[in-house]
């Protein structure tokens, strides 16, 4: 089987590894050209968003399908029935380089089944990056997973050649990791490389010539939690991701809702609601953007999010609703946690209090407020603005 045979062989199942993808709308399409110049290669480039909205093709695959260890969820679990595929290192390479040429792709995100254990692996994934580096001068966006067992040396060299590194957590806890994958040790394997590659970014810092992306503080690192069958809950998630984004620098957390793959331990279980993924996406970015603690979030009595309200509107309801805001005397920080009202509109609502009093939502609405969103949690110079409350 030539290179592109490979290729598609393992595109249906490169979904079960979300890599900064991006959705459809909300941002600049690729041009007809570069749509033309992915015929056949459907399911194998994915978009990841870049500065400006902009969606930057990407190839995502792996080096091999074939995978020793057995984690229940997974597709390219040792001993199912599975036809496997593998790429040589320069095989891949060229593959990549020739999609870069033609303009199909900006870039790749290239991970891996384990096979001959961890520091094989990642051996072939290095050389894959160092012939792309090396031989092709490949100038394109690097994402390069860290697997486990790497040893330290081994990091440093992805490390040098990716623009981005990711180890997959699976679960934040002990507990929840050993339903989902008993033979992964969740501190040693995948929480300390995590650490690591911080250290080694703190380490290496900006030293001329040591990272080969432009980035001179080393490249940004993001992780991935399955969501459901391990019975985690939703604070669990939160509290890891706030703990490693603290420690380790985590740029991203990608929660993937469960859906079970046929002829593993796990294929009888229920598929997680896309609603759980998207309330812990909100949830997260309320962390990371909006300056929230994670015990400051609305759980249930089990811990998780509700389902039925954006938890920012949750926690407003909770905190809000008897002790409004005052638009117009209140700090960053306070308007931040007011629904409807985001980083960029807080910026345009501290600039316009300058030249006067903000009276009216009409005045929010003008400023890209979602006003509505906002009215009953708020105060214009003392009063509640009027508001058409919502039916239930
Ligand atoms: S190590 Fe990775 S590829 Fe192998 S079974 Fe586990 S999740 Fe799948």
């Known amino acids: 089987m030539d290179a592109l045979g490979k290729l598609k062989r393992l595109a249906p199942d490169t979904r079960y590894e979300p890599a900064e993808e991006v959705g459809p709308t909300g941002s600049r399409a690729p041009s007809p050209a570069c749509r033309a110049s992915q015929k056949d290669l459907e399911g194998a480039i994915h978009y990841a968003a870049a500065p400006g909205g902009r969606r930057v093709p990407l190839l995502k695959t792996l080096v091999t399908s074939a995978c020793e260890r057995d984690c229940y969820y997974c597709p390219f679990r040792a001993g199912r029935d599975y036809s496997r595929v593998t790429f040589k290192p320069d095989e891949l390479a060229k593959l990549c380089d020739q999609l870069y040429r033609r303009g199909a792709i900006e870039g790749v995100f290239l991970s891996s089944g384990i096979a001959g254990g961890g520091v094989r692996t990642q051996s072939q994934l290095i050389d894959t990056a ?30 040098q050649l990716a623009d981005r590194v990711s180890v997959n957590l699976e679960a934040p806890t002990t507990a929840s990791l050993a339903r989902l994958a008993p033979h992964k040790l969740l501190v040693e394997e995948l ?40 019975g985690e809950t939703d604070r669990d998630l939160l509290r890891t991701t706030a703990y490693l984004r603290r420690k380790a ?126 009215a009953p949690f708020i105060l214009l110079n003392g009063q509640r603005p009027t508001h058409q409350l919502r039916f239930w």
């Open 191 to 230: 929480i300390q490389p995590l650490l690591g590659v911080e250290k080694i970014r703190r380490t290496m810092g900006g030293k001329p010539g040591t990272w080969t992306n432009p980035y001179r503080s080393g490249p940004s690192q993001t992780t991935q939690f399955v969501v459901g069958p391990g």
């Open 249 to 374: 620098g985590l740029a991203r957390a990608y929660f993937s809702a469960f859906n079970p793959v046929t002829d593993t331990p796990l294929e009888d279980l229920p598929a997680e609601s896309p609603v759980r993924e998207r309330r812990l996406y909100q949830s997260d970015f309320l962390l990371r953007d909006y300056g929230f603690g994670v015990d400051e979030l609305v759980f249930d009595n089990e811990g998780n999010l509700p389902h039925d309200e954006d938890p920012k509107i949750v926690w407003a309801r909770h905190n809000l609703t008897h002790a409004p805001v005052e638009i117009n005397r209140a700090d960053r920080h306070d308007l931040l946690r007011i629904p409807g009202i985001g980083p960029v509109g807080v910026e345009r609502i501290l600039r316009a209090r300058r030249l006067g009093q903000l009276l009216e939502l009409s005045s929010l609405r003008q400023l890209g407020v979602l006003a509505d969103r906002a």
């Open 130 to 159: 160092e012939i792309l580096r090396d031989r092709y001068a490949f100038k394109g966006y690097i994402h390069l997973k860290i697997m486990p067992g790497a040893e330290y040396d081994q990091i440093v060299r992805t490390m």
